[in-house]
């Protein structure tokens, strides 16, 4: 029931009671339009609902912050198409609730709409979210009013979840080594699927000698088989991913912010130098260690939304732990290590890695 039904009803009532002490030709008149007028509101609303389509989508799924101090704005777009050539619709209220699994923050808001007769028109809906995480953004119900707002009608109800990434601005990260970087790609054990390079400790591909094939490129026992030369192709050696561990401890929000941005930071520069990264933390939500291997930005969005499916923790040992019983032993030669709490040297040890680069994000 809306307040304007309610203020009809008392209008009506107090009319009533007029007319039963008054019996007089107007007092029963405007009684007559009292009881008229809400049958043509009724009409109106149902033929609105019939001419009314609703969507929802979100047209950009990922949202940056300006910088760490303020809020980002998530935004999803909700759309109106009234068919109908007669009669706009004034008003409509779409509820809307919204939900970062990462952070904590969620929240429910009220938004209003209205669209002309024969009309499509769009409405952003902006979530102001603190801190950083992927937002579930979800249109629980689309009502709409008659033009007095004595009924409503719902058009449309639980519509999709909409899922926005919101992301902390890029920082300048001094990584310490130019090893990371690893140009040279000499001693890299993986290779291109799809490009053939010059190296020739793996093969891409054999196919008949051409002119200006190099002779040291023959492959002497299939061309003694074939009865023709026939020439092996290099592979493209890629270059060695770097581990990186993520640790999610951290005691505050902002201090997961400034875990996330640093994160986001040393991928993006890491991929602009064309190094692939190997991430690992421990997923406390589903109990087991996650490892993703992230060569474009793409897949670096992918993983993100995997991460801020776990929950914080305030034990630094929680990553420690659980990959040492992951792992069972298994050595890595180098790694970086990211995080935004105190480790001891002899914790970090236990994770089994020759030589690991300790980032504390809370001092770059």
């Known amino acids: 029931m809306t307040i304007g039904t309610l203020i009809y009803i008392l209008i009506f009532i107090t009319s009533l009671l007029i007319s039963v ?48 101090n303020k809020p980002a704005r998530a935004t999803i777009a909700l759309s109106l198409e009234n068919t109908g050539r007669w009669l706009p619709i004034s008003k409509g209220l779409a509820w809307v609730r919204y939900e970062n699994s990462f952070s904590g923050e969620k929240g429910r808001m009220k938004v209003r ?71 040279t790609n000499e001693d890299s054990d993986r290779f291109s699927l799809y ?6 400790s793996e093969i891409f591909d054999i196919r008949d000698f051409k002119d200006g094939d190099r002779i040291q ?32 401890c951290a005691e505050t929000s902002d201090a997961a912010d400034l875990l996330v941005q640093g994160v986001y930071s040393v991928s993006m520069q ?20 996650q490892e993703q291997l992230i060569e474009n930005e793409e897949e670096l969005f992918w993983m993100f939304e995997d991460l801020f499916k776990c929950r914080t923790t305030k034990e630094p040992d929680e990553l420690i732990h659980a990959y040492m019983e992951w792992e069972e032993g298994r050595q890595k030669e180098t790694g970086l290590y990211l995080t935004v709490t105190d480790h001891t040297v002899s914790d970090l040890d236990e994770l089994g890695v020759t030589e690991l680069q300790v980032l504390d994000l809370r001092d770059e």
């Not at 002490?21 to 109106?44: D, K, N, Q, R």
């Not at 769009?122 to 801190?131: E, F």
């Not at 992301?167 to 001094?174: A, E, G, Q, S």
């Not at 490009?195 to 020739?200: H, T, Y």
Request: with cysteine; proline share 5%.
């Open 21 to 68: 002490i008054c019996l007089e030709y107007g007092t029963v008149a405007v009684l007559g339009v009292l009881v008229i007028v809400p049958l043509f509101m009724l009409i109106f609303l149902i033929v609105m609902r019939i001419h009314i389509e609703v969507n929802v989508e979100c047209k950009n799924p990922v949202a940056e912050k300006d910088s760490m």
């Open 217 to 248: 490129r023959i492959h002497w026992k299939l061309s003694s088989k074939a009865g023709h030369y026939m020439v092996k192709e290099g592979s493209l050696p890629l270059a060695k991913a770097v581990y990186i561990f993520i640790d999610l």
């Open 113 to 183: 709409l209205s669209v002309d007769a024969g009309k499509r028109r769009g409405r952003r809906i902006p979530v102001v979210i603190r801190h950083c995480g992927n937002v579930s953004i979800k249109v629980e119900k689309v009502k709409i009013y008659d033009y007095l707002n004595l009924f409503a009608t719902t058009v449309g109800k639980n519509f999709d979840t909409q899922d926005v990434l919101v992301m902390p601005p890029l920082k300048d990260i001094y990584l310490g080594r130019d090893r990371w970087y690893n140009e």
């Open 195 to 200: 490009k053939k390079g010059d190296d020739p």
């Open 270 to 289: 890491l991929m602009e130098q064309g190094v692939p990264q190997y991430y690992i933390w421990f997923d406390n939500k589903n109990d087991l260690i």
